[in-house]
């Protein structure tokens, strides 16, 4: 009921799937980790637990089709961000958006655990909204001293209900999203190993967003619109901030998911600068050569660490100045 420790994943995984290698089995394993593990309930264990409902969803796809499921999460649960969304505005609190985007962008929310609520009575703070999330297992605990905890998203299906209320959000606010667009944008990426359709749409998309109280013009927030753009796909799994060897971080990585037909896939260094810093074109220019080369280097590095997916790979820079999408650039 309460979620599967990695011991009983892998003792499930042999039973429900007992004509699996022990290769296959653990590679099945390494997927249902990345999605499915992360949850801490308690401040005074380290160990994870795995989401029981989508492990036991992921698997009998295998039992029924025979291959893993194209969607990451259950119907049900992928269809339902209504819960979230009471959570985060709840009596209209003030930091939803904060909170919201923190938690996109990979940022850990710091707070303490509330074990009593009043909502009747209590100011509703980040502290309550960060605690109802926490138990409701929206987030999770990534790390705790005897005085504060540090919450993130658990895993990368749980992500995935979070990019739905973001793109639901940025919906709401005026701004129709053309998803047809988005989804050649996307599969362009898998089939060509290009990524000039999604920097137009992200381009595009800037300019209507100048219009929204909470939209903020910066670097993190122009990688989290393109993620999220890209999320929507589900032949791919997409990383905002995805970690390699000497934490390093890719701005966007967009990896093809088993058994879905993908050639390609990609990694992007995505640069901005801000129109107050490029007045000139002169000046325009220095920050987009400094920013490419910052961003060569960048991509270079990160094309070392060998746990990263090399088969069709493409590496990618982009550079936006304001709401103009200013170099598009592949690097071997």
């Excluded at 499930?12 to 296959?24: D, F």
């Excluded at 710091?110 to 138990?135: A, N, R």
């Excluded at 600068?273 to 074109?281: F, Q, S, V």
Aim: proline share 2%; net charge negative; charged share 30%.
């Amino acid at each position: 009921m309460v979620g599967f420790t990695e011991q009983e994943t892998i003792e499930l995984i042999k039973e429900v799937l007992p004509e699996k290698t022990e290769e296959e089995q653990k590679e099945i394993l390494k997927i249902i980790e990345k999605n499915y593990d992360g949850y801490r309930f308690s401040e005074l264990n380290q160990e994870h637990t795995y989401n029981s409902t989508l492990v036991m969803y992921y698997l009998s796809s295998y039992v029924q089709e025979g291959m893993a499921p194209i969607s990451l999460l259950d119907i049900n649960i992928a269809a339902n961000f209504s819960k979230l969304e009471n959570i985060l505005t709840l009596k209209g609190n003030e930091y939803s958006e904060k909170i919201l985007t923190d938690a996109i962008q990979g940022n850990l929310l710091q707070g303490s655990i509330i074990d009593k609520f009043e909502l009747t009575t209590m100011p509703i703070d980040e502290q309550v909204i960060q605690s109802m999330l926490f138990y409701f297992g929206y987030l999770t605990i990534k790390e705790n001293d005897l005085l504060d905890v540090e919450y993130g998203i658990p895993n990368y299906a749980m992500g995935e209900i979070y990019n739905d209320y973001f793109i639901n959000l940025i919906q709401k606010s005026g701004i129709k999203l053309n998803t047809q667009k988005v989804r050649e944008a996307a599969l362009q990426i898998g089939r060509e190993g290009k990524i000039d359709k999604i920097c137009m749409l992200v381009e595009e998309y800037l300019k209507d967003l100048g219009n929204i109280s909470w939209q903020r013009y910066d670097e993190k927030y122009v990688q989290s619109y393109m993620h999220a753009l890209l999320r929507l796909n589900e032949r791919f799994n997409v990383y905002l901030e995805y970690n390699v060897k000497d934490n390093k971080y890719i701005d966007v990585a967009v990896f093809k998911r088993e058994n879905v037909g993908i050639k390609y896939q990609a990694i992007i260094e995505l640069k901005y600068i801000k129109k107050e810093n490029a007045k000139t074109e002169e000046e325009k220019q220095k920050a987009i050569q400094e920013k490419r080369k910052q961003a060569i280097e960048q991509i270079q590095a990160y094309s070392q660490d060998e746990r990263l997916p090399h088969d069709n790979m493409k590496k990618f820079i982009v550079i936006y100045v304001g709401q103009k999408l200013e170099l598009l650039e592949e690097i071997e």
